[in-house]
């Protein structure tokens, strides 16, 4: 299956590379505008990135274990795989020629997209494309490999990755296969969620959250949220609006007067994504199936402050691909919500050494009784009846008021 798709990839890959030879005049002789010329060859830069990032992400643990790569390189007939497949693959992974042909094309969208950056951004399709891009982790490394860390390698697990760059990595707390598969499976969407582009959904959580609630989301029709354990997929903060802030006395604090300019664009959704925290629009948020809202059960004034510049110090932090709540530095999702309600007593996991946190784990307290669940969308439609019963059938957890 890998090398099935592997070879459409290559497929798409080379169909429009030639597009970068020859003058953008002969091109427009032939029919192909210089918009289309960028869209052929973002097709296919994205195809060879992806292919880059497939290497990182699944061939080199194979050719990191000698019995594996034994087997694999064998000549299987039932499957119609040749001798040496995997060797074949490694090679076009490290071949010079290669990178060379993927850094001209960089430096060819690069220049363009300068130029044609309102047309990025006029279709669904060439903004996915714009994103697989600068997305992917091979882009920035394959722009800046020299040929010569390859020369003279051996062929082996991450073979062609510097060891800087990987003690480079690890010195800033990255695992390389997480980054990889997070920003990886983190592009695939296979659809618009339910509550996408809904004014009446929109207008009643505008009009139901308040500053320092906690947003839930589900979104099934991205590969995401199938690798993450529990119904729940992801966890933000609504720090609230210019008159919630003006009302609590804050909009003038030094931390939030940092964040004048975003806050009045409306985005009040703190949000721990693959590029960093941000702060986001609630209608960018609303790309999704389910959504509910926690708000923290008898919230005084001061912990509410607290919450909110608290979520606002988070932000510019990069992504914690590492998945490690003990950590400070970087963040992921829950982890967002773990360190802004600081008080809180969260449940915890130990797994694979670290310290996890999941948005079920955020859910859990809501049916613990520390948060109350004032909204609830499942699959594109509210849960008025009984919505906390619900979700806990949904997450089969049982509903565990607190004892105080």
């Not at 430096?107 to 950056?117: A, I, M, P, Q, W």
């Not at 963040?331 to 797994?351: A, D, M, N």
Request: charged letters at 25%.
């Amino acid at each position: 299956e890998h090398l099935k798709l592997r070879k459409e990839l290559m497929e798409v890959a080379e169909s429009h590379e030639c597009w970068l030879d020859g003058t953008e005049q002969e091109w427009i002789a032939r029919g192909v505008s210089p918009e289309a010329r960028l869209n052929g060859v973002m097709m296919s830069l994205s195809s060879a990135f992806l292919l880059y990032d497939n290497y990182l992400l699944a061939v080199s643990l194979f050719e990191g274990d000698a019995k594996l790569r034994r087997l694999l390189n064998e000549a299987d007939p039932g499957y119609a795989v040749k001798s040496a497949a995997l060797a074949k693959v490694t090679l076009s992974y490290n071949s010079i020629n290669n990178r060379s042909r993927v850094r001209k094309a960089i430096k060819f969208y690069e220049k363009e997209s300068k130029r044609f950056n309102q047309t990025l951004n006029a279709t669904a399709e060439t903004t996915y494309l714009d994103m697989l891009i600068k997305q992917s982790p091979s882009y920035s490394m394959v722009r800046t490999w020299s040929p010569f860390y390859v020369v003279g390698r051996k062929v082996g697990f991450l073979g062609g990755v510097t060891e800087d760059t990987l003690s480079g990595l690890e010195r800033h707390g990255i695992s390389l296969f997480s980054m990889v598969f997070g920003n990886a499976v983190g592009l695939v969407e296979t659809r618009k969620g339910k509550l996408y582009r809904k004014p009446p959904v929109r207008e009643q959580l505008t009009g139901t959250l308040q500053a320092g609630d906690v947003l839930l989301e589900k979104t099934p029709f991205r590969l995401t949220d199938k690798l993450i354990p529990g119904y729940w997929g992801h966890a933000a903060v609504w720090i609230g609006t210019e008159n919630e802030l003006r009302e609590l006395g804050i909009w003038d604090n030094p931390l939030v007067k940092r964040y004048h300019d975003k806050i009045q664009q409306g985005r009040g959704v703190v949000e721990a994504l693959r590029s960093g925290v941000e702060m986001n629009p609630l209608d960018q948020f609303m790309n999704i199936d389910s959504v509910g809202i926690l708000r923290k059960q008898n919230i005084s004034r001061d912990d509410r402050i607290r919450v909110i510049l608290q979520s606002l110090r988070q932000v510019g932090k990069p992504y914690d691909f590492n998945f490690d709540v003990e950590s400070k530095e970087r963040v992921y999702c829950s982890k967002l919500v773990y360190l802004t309600y600081s008080g809180v007593e969260w449940p915890t996991k130990k797994s694979l050494g670290r310290t996890t946190f999941t948005p079920d784990d955020v859910a859990n307290r809501a049916l613990a009784g520390d948060f109350r669940l004032v909204l609830f969308y499942h699959n594109g439609k509210q849960v008025q009846q009984a919505p906390l019963e619900r979700m806990a059938s949904l997450m089969e957890q049982p509903i565990r008021p607190a004892v105080h």
